[in-house]
């Protein structure tokens, strides 16, 4: 007998773009099987974008994952004494009061054991959760959005763990798990925020949200210039002999995402008294003229770009690979979502 092929759709829809990738389960390992990019013309516009890059894109499969993000979805880092896993999740709700600023009431609560902890000061054995609460009306409206697409939600993820399962698909060099303690930073920019990931070995330690990104840098450009947002986004993307003045009009914005990110680097390098060795970047803004050149001035560390195809098959027969390869950097978080085939569907 065959087993059954897999199928699942990660859906990153974004400010300005939408991302789908298809992953299929073979006896072979992960393949990607479908890809589609569309960028959304306004907010109105948005299922309608989602629509077309997925009838453009092929992809049959109903079944999605997709994720919610922003100042409604609160991710906090705690501990509690050991408990079986059928016990975790009335405490992380009872718990929820101490973590959260809203009403217990108004979120859907989930979260689970990261790693267990030795005896903690009391003698008592301990373990490190993740507590995740969402308003249950962003949650609503996200899963109904989803539907009205005509898909299937088996998965509503956050970003920044979409990007974090994206990256422990790769093979090679990154994060592994006989090198427990070395810690590593994910940093994916969008147009209207920057995700903020930290793994010390395969274990997520540290996640933030922070509101600046690529619209920002288009914004400068068009007030330095006197451009509209469209002129200075298109010179964002293409400089077109303009490198200097872009490199100035973007430079201030650039020095304030990375303040903001080493700031998070500071702040986990004192929890855990450990160093953050090396820093992953993606994301669409990832590529302004600059960026890695000031990211690595503020960090004092080396930055890298990083494929989040490396230990996945890529089907040439179902997918544009040119395409493939001029968003690459755009994709680690709807390849996080599709990955959910191995737990979800």
């Known amino acids: 007998m065959f087993a059954r092929q897999k199928s699942l759709i990660g859906l990153d829809i974004g400010t300005d773009e939408v991302k789908v990738v298809e992953l299929t389960e073979t006896a072979e390992g992960l393949e990607l099987t479908g890809f589609g990019w569309g960028r959304i013309p306004t907010p109105e516009e948005t299922l309608d974008t989602v629509k077309a890059v997925l009838r453009e894109s092929g992809i049959r499969t109903r079944k999605v994952a997709t994720a919610v993000s922003g100042r409604s979805v609160v991710v906090r880092y705690i501990t509690l004494p050991k408990l079986d896993e059928d016990e975790l999740p009335e405490t992380l709700r009872l718990e929820?009061?101490?973590?959260?600023?809203?009403?217990?009431?108004?979120?859907?609560?989930?979260?689970?054991?990261?790693?267990?902890?030795?005896?903690?000061?009391?003698?008592?054995?301990?373990?490190?959760?993740?507590?995740?609460?969402?308003?249950?009306?962003?949650?609503?409206?996200?899963?109904?959005?989803?539907?009205?697409?005509?898909l299937i939600p088996v998965a509503v993820d956050v970003d920044s763990f979409a990007l974090g399962n994206?990256?422990?698909?790769?093979?090679?060099?990154?994060?592994?798990?006989?090198?427990?303690?070395?810690?590593?930073?994910?940093?994916?920019?969008?147009?209207?925020?920057?995700?903020i990931h930290i793994l010390r070995g395969n274990v997520s330690c540290f996640s933030r949200e922070?509101?600046?990104?690529?619209?920002?840098?288009?914004?400068?450009?068009?007030?330095?210039?006197?451009?509209?947002?469209?002129?200075?986004?298109?010179?964002?993307?293409?400089?077109?002999?303009?490198?200097?003045?872009?490199?100035?009009?973007?430079?201030?914005?650039?020095?304030?995402?990375?303040s903001e990110i080493q700031l998070s680097f500071d702040y986990f390098e004192n929890q855990?008294?450990?160093?953050?060795?090396?820093?992953?970047?993606?994301?669409?803004?990832?590529?302004?003229?600059?960026?890695?050149?000031?990211?690595?001035?503020?960090?004092?560390?080396?930055?890298?770009?990083w494929d989040p195809f490396e230990s996945i098959k890529i089907r040439e027969d179902l997918v544009d690979v040119d395409a493939l390869a001029d968003h690459m950097v755009q994709l680690p978080i709807a390849v996080g979502l599709s990955s959910r085939l191995q737990d979800c569907v």
């Not at 790693?115 to 009391?122: F, H, I, L, N």
């Not at 288009?218 to 490198?243: M, V, W």
């Not at 872009?246 to 304030?256: G, H, I, K, R, T």
């Not at 669409?284 to 600059?290: E, F, I, K, P, V």
């Open 272 to 305: 855990f008294d450990h160093r953050v060795e090396e820093v992953f970047i993606s994301g669409g803004a990832s590529r302004t003229l600059g960026l890695i050149e000031t990211f690595e001035r503020v960090f004092e560390r080396e930055v890298k770009t």
């Open 210 to 258: 922070i509101y600046l990104g690529g619209a920002d840098i288009t914004e400068s450009i068009a007030r330095r210039e006197h451009l509209d947002e469209a002129e200075a986004e298109e010179l964002k993307c293409d400089p077109q002999g303009n490198e200097e003045m872009v490199a100035n009009a973007v430079q201030p914005v650039l020095d304030e995402i990375a």
């Open 96 to 150: 929820a009061d101490k973590y959260i600023p809203f009403d217990r009431d108004e979120v859907a609560i989930d979260g689970h054991c990261l790693e267990e902890v030795s005896e903690g000061p009391d003698g008592v054995t301990e373990m490190k959760s993740l507590l995740v609460a969402v308003k249950k009306d962003l949650l609503q409206d996200h899963i109904d959005q989803v539907q009205d697409l005509g």
């Open 166 to 195: 994206s990256f422990e698909l790769r093979s090679g060099v990154g994060v592994r798990s006989e090198d427990p303690d070395r810690a590593v930073a994910l940093v994916d920019v969008g147009a209207s925020k920057t995700n």
